[in-house]
């Protein structure tokens, strides 16, 4: 079969076999391209691309996939803590094979029903979403929460978007580029002015954290997505304003839901995100230009769709 296959700098497509062992054999519908997928060839992962991707079962049933696999078996994997998985937890496109491929075979634990209304092309949206989620519940947002976020990139607005479904009475939104802007406007929220109870930095840089502490309130949650390297933290302003500084990894389950369920549904329930997020379809044979066109975010870009 085709697949796609880190080759830093860039990527290639190759011939490999199909994918044998345990799990439930997926068709491979679309896979999306993650800032992390790029971040991945910088680290030189030589992997098999892609952690955002929905397919279809040889049953018919349409399914979203879990890019980060617990073992299933230790204590936190049992409390549906999978993404602080005691033994170790595998990535999919870094650690382990990903999927941008024509086939995948995953663990039946780590697979979603799409419902109604979302279709399977389009949801991949559902992993990059539920980053989204478990960041908004790490900032236990719900309502009375006031939430701004640093970044609209395609998990900012899907951070956002997660927001109002879990009834934040106010949301804003700090864009960069003017379709990032046209995007927030597009959900109905506004630019941040400051003393936010909770906010979500997806910007990854240095300035973006800086920045949602700045625009934190005193005693306020800052929920980082972004994984650092050697940066100057804004200690003393966080210490200054008592503000809480949380990573937030991945996604799991809250109160007895998984997180991949809850966004699927939003994202089924709110078809504008997925006209919104997904500006360019690539066939997999051009997987190349497809990671050429995904590194340069000003350009209108959200999400890169690779198709087998």
Same mark, same amino acid.
């Given at each position: 079969?085709?697949?796609?296959?880190?080759?830093?700098?860039?990527?290639?497509?190759?011939?490999?076999?199909?994918?044998?062992?345990?799990?439930?054999?997926?068709?491979?519908?679309?896979?999306?391209?993650?800032?992390?997928?790029?971040?991945?060839?910088?680290?030189?992962?030589?992997?098999?691309?892609?952690?955002?991707?929905?397919?279809?079962?040889?049953?018919?049933?349409?399914?979203?996939?879990?890019?980060?696999?617990?073992?299933?078996?230790?204590?936190?994997?049992?409390?549906?803590?999978?993404?602080?998985?005691?033994?170790?937890?595998?990535?999919?496109?870094?650690?382990?094979?990903?999927?941008?491929?024509?086939?995948?075979?995953?663990?039946?634990?780590?697979?979603?029903?799409?419902?109604? =209304?979302?279709?399977? #092309?389009?949801?991949?949206? $559902? %992993?990059? !979403?539920?980053?989204?989620?478990?960041?908004? /519940?790490? +900032?236990?947002?719900?309502?009375?929460?006031?939430?701004?976020?640093?970044?609209?990139?395609?998990?900012?607005?899907?951070?956002?978007?997660?927001?109002?479904?879990?009834?934040?009475?106010?949301?804003?939104?700090?864009?960069?580029?003017?379709?990032?802007?046209?995007?927030?406007?597009?959900?109905?929220?506004?630019?941040?002015?400051?003393?936010?109870?909770?906010?979500?930095?997806?910007? =990854?840089?240095?300035? #973006?954290?800086?920045?949602? $502490? %700045?625009? !934190?309130?005193?005693?306020?949650?800052?929920? /980082?997505? +972004?994984?650092?390297?050697?940066?100057?933290?804004?200690?003393?302003?966080?210490?200054?304003?008592?503000?809480?500084?949380?990573?937030?990894?991945?996604?799991?389950?809250?109160?007895?839901?998984?997180?991949?369920?809850?966004?699927?549904?939003?994202?089924?329930?709110?078809?504008?995100?997925?006209?919104?997020?997904?500006?360019?379809?690539?066939?997999?044979?051009?997987?190349?230009?497809?990671?050429?066109?995904?590194?340069?975010?000003?350009?209108?870009?959200?999400?890169?769709?690779?198709?087998?």
């Amino acid at each position: 079969m085709r697949a796609v296959r880190n080759a830093p700098p860039t990527v290639e497509v190759v011939e490999v076999d199909e994918p044998q062992g345990d799990g439930e054999l997926i068709r491979v519908a679309a896979t999306g391209i993650c800032a992390s997928d790029l971040n991945y060839l910088d680290y030189g992962s030589t992997q098999i691309a892609g952690h955002e991707f929905a397919g279809t079962l040889e049953d018919g049933t349409a399914v979203a996939v879990e890019a980060i696999f617990g073992c299933g078996a230790c204590a936190a994997c049992e409390q549906g803590n999978y993404n602080r998985c005691h033994r170790g937890v595998q990535g999919l496109g870094m650690t382990d094979p990903g999927g941008m491929c024509e086939w995948f075979r995953a663990p039946r634990r780590a697979l979603v029903p799409l419902p109604e =209304g979302l279709d399977v #092309a389009d949801a991949f949206l $559902v %992993e990059p !979403a539920s980053v989204a989620r478990h960041a908004c /519940h790490m +900032g236990a947002v719900g309502p009375g929460t006031r939430v701004a976020v640093v970044g609209a990139g395609a998990i900012g607005i899907l951070t956002a978007a997660s927001a109002q479904a879990m009834d934040a009475p106010e949301v804003a939104v700090e864009a960069r580029h003017p379709h990032q802007h046209e995007a927030r406007e597009r959900l109905g929220v506004g630019t941040p002015t400051g003393d936010y109870d909770v906010v979500v930095e997806t910007g =990854g840089s240095e300035s #973006a954290l800086h920045r949602a $502490v %700045e625009l !934190a309130r005193p005693g306020g949650t800052v929920v /980082h997505l +972004g994984v650092y390297g050697a940066i100057t933290w804004p200690m003393q302003q966080a210490f200054m304003k008592e503000v809480a500084l949380r990573p937030s990894l991945g996604y799991c389950g809250h109160h007895g839901r998984r997180e991949f369920a809850e966004s699927a549904e939003m994202l089924a329930s709110r078809p504008d995100l997925v006209r919104m997020l997904v500006t360019h379809r690539f066939p997999i044979e051009d997987a190349p230009e497809a990671f050429r066109v995904a590194k340069d975010r000003s350009k209108g870009v959200f999400r890169v769709v690779v198709v087998p």
